[in-house]
């Protein structure tokens, strides 16, 4: 257990063998990152779960793309999140996971998940049970992909934050590129192709070192952005 900056407990992370290993080995070391706050009260200047995924996610070598503080307010939430999956591979939004009527923000993600991942929220309600008891049945904290990005939905307390990324994000950032990216997904379009004397060379045919898989997504393979 290692002590996480409020005071509380967090589980030391578990280093992963197998394939597992092996991917984190060979994803990028920088990701793009988007934070979403979402918050009918705090402002960018007392967001401090915002304020501690930036500086987490830049200590860790990552890059913070975009960032944006919305109301309780599933139209606001629907477009800055749809926005913030064309410019990041990994989106994280904290706040309006609970069950109160002004929280909104789990139907608005989960009505753009293509892919669930469900472990997240199993995983963070697990490591909440330890800290709060049975309250932390009442988080419905989700996760998925969204347009070739993966979309972590965090309930807005800094200690819930400090939890999920303590506890399961800070190590998976480029594990999480890595497996997103390296066969593509269906409906994600690549980028127009760039014509004219500045075109680069066409990739290696299929059986000559290279292919599709070589340079999807946002990242490519064993590199940065």
Same mark, same amino acid.
């Given at each position: 257990?290692?002590?996480?900056?409020?005071?509380? !407990? *967090?589980?030391?992370?578990?280093? &992963?063998?197998?394939?597992?290993?092996?991917?984190?080995?060979?994803?990028?070391?920088?990701?793009?990152?988007?934070?979403?706050?979402?918050?009918?009260?705090?402002?960018?200047?007392?967001?401090?779960?915002?304020?501690?995924?930036?500086?987490?996610?830049?200590?860790?070598? !990552?890059?913070?793309?975009?960032?944006?503080?919305?109301?309780?307010?599933?139209?606001?939430?629907?477009?800055?999140?749809?926005? @913030?999956?064309?410019?990041?591979?990994?989106?994280? *939004? *904290?706040?309006?996971?609970?069950?109160?009527?002004?929280? %909104?923000?789990?139907?608005?993600?989960?009505?753009?998940?293509?892919? &669930?991942?469900?472990?997240?929220?199993?995983? @963070?309600?697990?490591?909440?049970?330890?800290? %709060?008891?049975?309250?932390?049945?009442?988080?419905?904290?989700?996760?998925?992909?969204?347009?070739?990005?993966?979309?972590?939905?965090?309930?807005?307390?800094?200690?819930?934050?400090?939890?999920?990324?303590?506890?399961?994000?800070?190590?998976? +950032?480029?594990?999480?590129? @890595?497996? %997103?990216?390296?066969?593509?997904? &269906?409906?994600? +379009?690549?980028?127009?192709?760039?014509?004219?004397?500045?075109?680069?060379?066409?990739?290696?045919?299929?059986?000559?070192?290279?292919?599709?898989?070589?340079?999807?997504?946002?990242?490519?393979?064993?590199?940065?952005?």
């Amino acid at each position: 257990m290692t002590d996480a900056p409020d005071g509380t !407990h *967090s589980p030391s992370p578990v280093q &992963p063998g197998g394939s597992a290993g092996s991917h984190r080995g060979a994803a990028p070391q920088q990701v793009r990152v988007a934070i979403l706050t979402v918050s009918d009260t705090r402002t960018p200047e007392t967001d401090t779960s915002g304020q501690f995924l930036r500086a987490e996610i830049e200590a860790h070598g !990552h890059e913070v793309v975009a960032y944006r503080v919305v109301k309780d307010d599933a139209v606001q939430i629907r477009s800055a999140l749809v926005a @913030f999956t064309r410019e990041a591979t990994v989106v994280l *939004s *904290s706040g309006g996971t609970g069950i109160t009527g002004r929280d %909104v923000t789990v139907p608005v993600v989960e009505s753009l998940i293509t892919k &669930p991942i469900p472990g997240f929220g199993e995983l @963070f309600r697990m490591l909440s049970y330890q800290q %709060v008891g049975g309250a932390a049945m009442l988080s419905r904290a989700v996760a998925g992909l969204v347009r070739g990005a993966v979309v972590f939905a965090m309930p807005g307390s800094l200690n819930a934050v400090q939890t999920a990324w303590n506890g399961i994000l800070k190590d998976e +950032l480029g594990h999480l590129a @890595f497996e %997103v990216e390296r066969h593509g997904q &269906p409906g994600v +379009l690549a980028p127009p192709p760039i014509t004219g004397p500045d075109a680069p060379a066409p990739p290696p045919m299929p059986g000559a070192g290279g292919g599709v898989a070589a340079g999807l997504g946002r990242h490519k393979k064993g590199g940065g952005l």
